[in-house]
């Protein structure tokens, strides 16, 4: 059971728009900033979004972050196939003074 | 070209210890903070521990199923972190990653990840 709440999957039609969910709490969400990962098959993690809104240097535009209260989202824009990945929000928690992940929602372009 | 490689992975029993590696290059090695992460077949990502830089002292945050049994160390000279796992735990098998930690506006987040190295606790 994950500190952080991500749906399972989502799943949108290519050239669509899809958001992800992260849900915290107080001790994590709620007071830090919030990086999302990309994870696409066989393939190690990558950041797309960092401190909550921002996107590396690479990062097409398509990927944007927010953030309000205790929770995050991602954002994805004109969907590609190319982004069918598994997707996971990361923070620190205060309380357990440990850095937490969602437990990941893969991504389906249809 | 910025790169990190994680090595030492393996088949070890349970109650061993297995000491993994993480060489870097590309990058001022002792500028950045260290973590790994790992990945049970099939799951999702767990976040073991990190290593902060010299400049915020090098102190180490565990998470709580590993504190105790892991520990994490850094060689600045040689661009190598290091993640010492001692009495393993089937439940320790895992794919583990090393990664760059790099301060943003608040907070530490994971930009550079090296390909992992697989590590199999079983009798």
């Known amino acids: 059971q994950s500190v952080l709440t991500q749906p399972p999957s989502v799943s949108a039609a290519p050239g669509q728009k899809v958001t992800i969910s992260c849900s915290g709490s107080t001790s994590n969400i709620g007071n830090n900033y919030v990086s999302w990962y990309q994870q696409l098959p066989g393939a190690a993690p990558k950041v797309v979004i960092y401190d909550s809104d921002k996107r590396p240097s690479g990062i097409p535009d398509r990927f944007s972050g927010s953030k309000s209260g205790t929770s995050a989202t991602l954002g994805i824009t004109g969907l590609q196939t190319g982004d069918e990945a598994d997707y996971y929000c990361g923070t620190w928690d205060n309380s357990l003074r440990a850095w937490v992940f969602g437990g990941g929602t893969k991504l389906t372009v249809l | ?123």
């Open chain 2, 1 to 123: 070209e910025v790169q990190l490689v994680e090595s030492g992975g393996g088949l070890v029993q349970p109650g061993r210890s297995l000491r993994l590696s993480c060489t870097s290059s590309g990058f001022i090695f002792g500028d950045y903070a260290v973590s790994w992460v790992r990945q049970a077949p099939g799951k999702g990502l767990e976040w073991v521990g990190f290593i902060r830089s010299k400049a915020f002292d090098g102190t180490t945050e565990y998470v709580a199923s590993v504190k105790g049994r892991f520990i994490i160390s850094r060689d600045d000279s040689k661009s190598i972190a290091y993640l010492q796992m001692n009495s393993l735990k089937t439940e320790d098998t895992a794919l583990y990653y090393c990664t760059r930690a790099t301060l943003g506006s608040g907070n530490y987040y994971m930009d550079v990840w090296g390909r992992g190295t697989t590590v199999t606790v079983s009798s």
